[in-house]
């Protein structure tokens, strides 16, 4: 690991160090922080690399391990929440079908998982358009999303789409006219929150033939998205109590928050329809618990029935937050804000927000200017180690994007 002083600033709290985690060669990034990116025990990490993915292990000095040296022909991949399990495909991609294998980080053993071709049951799409975007705890079942009217007409239904790889059976257990995003199974092996699914529901927007948004993530003018809970059978609707109430929209990024199923989000001003980018706008973070719903209830988000939520910030109060992630405990956040100019240089800056308890406001600890500029195309998508001792980062400020570590973070509340 690489010693990076240079990202500390003045306001920077005493002790913390920066590292680079990644070679200069090409760009680099830690995953996404909507996905799971810890293996088990939470000391390594997965980091997309030019050469593939690769195992970071920041305990054995920043040591990368090439996925590839385990799977030589692995593509597209994605991490299952309990960090042993990876879901891939191999080799080159073949048009109408669906062929995956289940790689155990644990034992280096690879197996054939799941296969689909043609059509998906009951439509007329191919079984390759499906998006697969979540993993259930070991990887048994995949949640996908798709656009269910391909080839027929536009602004036709999106479906949830489950493969189990138990019956070998790809079915479609929930649909609905608009969009939807960020599909995210609960990390959890007990049932029945295991079979939990997160997702966001984008109003007043259209897709055509393709399934492709017209418009864009986010818009003030139609209240933005909301979020909603629902099981893998498609029964248990459940409604989140943020946005669609005329004054707040959520800003698109959102994460499982704890054992009990809450979830936090970052809200932006519904007055705002720069999407953050305009002086003066605001921003603040809430947390709240799923209520009972019905799909065909208006979509009224924060005023639904029975909402149930709790300010973690009011927009006074904080920085202008963008990204968040959170720690094991549901406590400890880590957030980047729109580029801002620190007086050390321009780009996203990384602050910690900590709480005592659940419901407790946040305090929030700057750390320091990560130089990732939004408008670039560069993000800093910020993610905390399990046990909120370490966050990691990207940034393009030295020229490639590259990943970075935090180490000997503050505790707030001590």
Same mark, same amino acid.
């Given at each position: 690991?690489?010693?990076?002083?240079?990202?500390?600033?003045?306001?920077?709290?005493? !002790?913390?160090?920066?590292?680079?985690?990644?070679?200069?060669?090409?760009?680099?990034?830690?995953?996404?922080?909507?996905?799971?990116?810890?293996?088990?025990?939470?000391?390594?990490?997965?980091?997309?690399?030019?050469?593939?993915?690769?195992?970071?292990?920041?305990?054995?000095?920043?040591?990368?391990?090439?996925?590839?040296?385990?799977?030589?022909?692995?593509?597209?991949?994605?991490?299952?929440?309990?960090?042993?399990?990876?879901?891939?495909?191999?080799?080159?991609?073949?048009?109408?079908?669906? =062929?995956?294998?289940?790689? =155990?980080?644990?034992?280096?053993?690879?197996?054939?998982?799941?296969?689909?071709?043609?059509?998906?049951?009951?439509?007329?799409?191919?079984?390759?358009?499906?998006?697969?975007?979540?993993?259930?705890?070991?990887?048994?079942?995949?949640?996908?999303?798709?656009?269910?009217?391909?080839?027929?007409?536009?602004?036709?239904?999106?479906?949830?789409?489950? #493969?189990?790889?138990?019956?070998?059976?790809?079915?479609?257990?929930?649909?609905?006219?608009?969009?939807?995003?960020?599909?995210?199974?609960?990390?959890?092996?007990?049932?029945?929150?295991?079979?939990?699914?997160?997702?966001?529901?984008?109003?007043?927007?259209?897709?055509?033939?393709? !399934?492709?948004?017209?418009?864009?993530?986010?818009?003030?003018?139609?209240?933005?998205?909301?979020?909603?809970?629902?099981?893998?059978?498609?029964?248990?609707? &459940?409604?989140? @109590?943020?946005?669609?109430?005329?004054?707040?929209?959520?800003?698109? &990024?959102?994460?499982?928050?704890?054992?009990?199923?809450?979830?936090?989000?970052?809200?932006?001003?519904?007055?705002?329809?720069?999407?953050?980018?305009?002086?003066?706008?605001?921003?603040?973070?809430?947390?709240?618990? @799923?209520?009972?719903?019905?799909?065909?209830?208006?979509?009224?988000?924060?005023?639904?029935?029975?909402?149930?939520?709790?300010?973690?910030?009011?927009?006074?109060?904080?920085?202008?937050?963008?990204?968040?992630?959170?720690?094991?405990?549901?406590?400890?956040?880590?957030?980047?804000?729109?580029?801002?100019?620190?007086?050390?240089?321009?780009?996203?800056?990384?602050?910690?927000?900590?709480?005592?308890?659940?419901?407790? @406001?946040?305090?929030?600890?700057?750390?320091?200017?990560?130089?990732?500029? #939004?408008?670039?195309?560069?993000?800093?998508?910020?993610? #905390?180690?399990?046990?909120?001792?370490?966050?990691?980062?990207?940034?393009?400020?030295?020229?490639?994007?590259?990943?970075?570590?935090?180490?000997?973070? @503050?505790?707030?509340?001590?």
């Amino acid at each position: 690991m690489k010693p990076c002083p240079e990202f500390i600033d003045r306001n920077t709290p005493d !002790g913390v160090e920066v590292y680079q985690l990644t070679p200069n060669e090409a760009t680099s990034s830690p995953v996404y922080p909507d996905y799971p990116g810890f293996l088990e025990g939470g000391r390594s990490l997965l980091l997309h690399t030019a050469g593939g993915p690769q195992i970071c292990h920041p305990d054995e000095g920043g040591a990368l391990q090439p996925l590839r040296d385990m799977v030589p022909d692995i593509g597209w991949f994605q991490l299952a929440p309990d960090g042993r399990h990876l879901i891939c495909r191999r080799g080159e991609r073949r048009p109408g079908t669906v =062929d995956l294998h289940r790689l =155990d980080l644990r034992t280096g053993k690879s197996e054939p998982l799941f296969h689909a071709e043609g059509k998906l049951e009951g439509t007329l799409l191919p079984v390759d358009r499906m998006a697969i975007e979540a993993v259930s705890w070991d990887g048994s079942r995949l949640g996908a999303l798709a656009y269910l009217d391909y080839e027929r007409k536009p602004d036709g239904d999106m479906g949830i789409v489950i #493969l189990d790889t138990r019956s070998h059976r790809a079915e479609v257990v929930f649909s609905q006219p608009l969009p939807h995003a960020h599909l995210r199974y609960f990390p959890s092996d007990e049932a029945p929150a295991t079979n939990l699914l997160m997702f966001q529901h984008h109003h007043e927007r259209h897709i055509d033939i393709t !399934g492709k948004e017209i418009r864009g993530v986010w818009d003030a003018g139609d209240g933005g998205a909301d979020l909603h809970l629902v099981r893998d059978d498609g029964t248990h609707w &459940h409604n989140l @109590p943020f946005g669609r109430d005329g004054k707040e929209a959520c800003i698109g &990024h959102q994460v499982w928050r704890g054992s009990n199923g809450d979830v936090a989000s970052v809200m932006l001003q519904n007055r705002d329809n720069s999407y953050g980018w305009a002086d003066g706008t605001q921003q603040h973070v809430v947390a709240g618990a @799923p209520v009972p719903g019905d799909p065909l209830d208006p979509h009224c988000g924060r005023v639904g029935r029975d909402a149930y939520r709790y300010e973690l910030s009011r927009p006074e109060d904080g920085p202008r937050l963008c990204h968040l992630a959170v720690d094991q405990s549901g406590l400890r956040f880590v957030f980047d804000t729109f580029p801002v100019w620190s007086g050390e240089r321009a780009g996203m800056a990384i602050y910690l927000g900590d709480g005592c308890e659940p419901a407790a @406001p946040l305090k929030f600890q700057y750390i320091l200017n990560s130089g990732a500029l #939004l408008k670039n195309g560069g993000h800093a998508h910020p993610i #905390l180690s399990p046990d909120g001792n370490s966050l990691f980062f990207a940034s393009d400020y030295f020229g490639t994007q590259q990943a970075y570590m935090v180490v000997n973070l @503050p505790r707030i509340n001590a």
